[in-house]
């Protein structure tokens, strides 16, 4: 190869790319590529420059010193580049370009995939790569470019656009409240079969009750402990036990608002309020870079009209 610094961006980049991503793998999908070729750029590169600049393990990998100084000196050359590229394709009119978007489970199958159709009619050079898990996963280091989530607190670290507010509510069938009675206060649901959220340790809930703040007096709180025959990991899940009668469950409201408006859920205690299960809002959230590239701001617009009404409001 000829010592020339031009015919080496290519593989300084996959080096950066590498650095934050934490593997070949997934280095090689972000760009595009087989893993054998982002193997080889590397190689190339440490031949160039003769040093070893990444370790292989089979279970990791990791950047040399001499690899780290290299990432250090270039990433914000390289974000630099992005930016103006971005820029410049959103010059040019058409926007297009890959998304990848994660989304939680329930709020992604119900309402963030029904409104992509629309999206792709008004934009069809964007391709989207949709991620439906409710495992919380760090949106730079999987490479994800948008991730919907709910939340009260958005991380700092990134750029945060709030879709909707959202409640929790406590729900269960017509026919459990016929067999078992309905609680009159968060108390009694000690004494309740409770479908929970899978997280570790016993399971309490907080209540707050609800109604004007009275100066200088805080909110009644109150927290009981509950156990019941299911504990699962997705809001559908324990949607679908509370539809067939098996206890009562703290839902969000975008999972369980259409079994709610169809009259096969009711919501119980409504002068309580939960605290601290699920957040209170649905927010897009971009990893932080000083502009947003345009199909990413066009998915955030669209969803935010999609679900400005929230979901209690929405139609079947």
């Not at 999987?142 to 607190?153: K, P």
């Not at 709030?162 to 017509?174: E, F, I, P, Y």
């Not at 899978?198 to 100066?215: K, T």
Request: net charge positive; with cysteine; charged share 20%.
């Amino acid at each position: 190869m000829e010592n020339r610094n031009d015919l080496l961006w290519s593989q300084l980049h996959a080096l950066t790319v590498i650095a934050q991503l934490g593997s070949f793998t997934k280095a090689a999908q972000r760009l595009g590529m087989s893993k054998a070729a982002i193997s080889q750029r590397i190689s190339e590169l440490e031949r160039a420059i003769g040093q070893t600049l990444v370790q292989r393990t089979t279970r990791s990998v990791r950047l040399t010193d001499a690899g780290q100084r290299l990432v250090d000196d270039s990433s914000d050359s390289f974000a630099q580049i992005a930016r103006s590229l971005a820029q410049a394709r959103d010059a040019a009119g058409q926007p297009r370009g890959l998304l990848r978007v994660t989304a939680p489970v329930a709020l992604g199958r119900q309402h963030v995939a029904p409104q992509l159709e629309g999206f792709f009619r008004q934009y069809p050079e964007v391709r989207i790569e949709l991620d439906l898990s409710d495992r919380i996963m760090p949106l730079a280091q999987e490479g994800f470019d948008l991730a919907i989530r709910h939340t009260s607190t958005p991380p700092e670290s990134h750029v945060a656009f709030k879709l909707c507010g959202s409640r929790t509510l406590l729900l269960a069938s017509n026919a459990y409240v016929k067999r078992c009675g309905l609680p009159q206060h968060p108390s009694e649901l000690a004494e309740h079969a409770c479908l929970t959220y899978l997280r570790p340790g016993p399971v309490s809930w907080l209540f707050e009750r609800q109604g004007p703040v009275i100066e200088g007096l805080d909110a009644e709180r109150h927290r009981v402990s509950v156990s019941g025959p299911l504990r699962a990991g997705n809001s559908e899940v324990l949607r679908d036990a509370a539809l067939a009668g098996l206890g009562l469950a703290l839902l969000p409201d975008f999972s369980a608002a259409a079994a709610q408006r169809a009259g096969r859920l009711r919501e119980l205690l409504p002068d309580w309020r939960p605290v601290g299960v699920f957040g209170d809002s649905i927010y897009a959230i971009h990893p932080w870079s000083s502009t947003t590239p345009r199909p990413v701001r066009l998915l955030v617009e669209h969803l935010r009209e999609a679900l400005r009404a929230g979901f209690e409001a929405q139609s079947t």
